[in-house]
């Protein structure tokens, strides 16, 4: 009997546990932006939570590296990000993404928003322009 119990306790957590899993947000296709193509919009910072873990791009995340996250810009697409309300900018490459409910244009890794200035604030105002 107890051996019954088991096998129909693994068949129910089989057919139920998929169901519990969060869902993945639909990205939609990658994009590949022609050099001098230019974006403004509102960037935000990522790192401590997600250090070590992979990036959608299958790399493993490096908070203090000059990385960000964009919605759908190609991996590797590297990008000025420039905040003007210190007139810093520094170059960053797409290597994530993130969903794009979240109202912004690109998401920084710690180290390139560190860079610029947005640690404090932690989101800005940002002016992109892809770089060859």
Known sequence: MRGH???????????LLPACAKPRYPFPPAETPAVGTVSEGMASWYGPG????????GETF???????????????????VTFPATGRSVVVRINDRFPNYKGRVIDLSRGAAKAIGLLGPGTGRVRLEVVP
């Open 50 to 57: 997600y250090d070590g873990k992979r990036t959608a791009s």
């Open 62 to 80: 490096d908070q203090d590296a000059l990385t960000a996250a964009h919605v759908s810009w190609a991996f590797g697409t590297r990008v000025r």
């Open 5 to 15: 119990r088991t096998v129909a306790f693994v068949l129910a957590a089989a057919v």
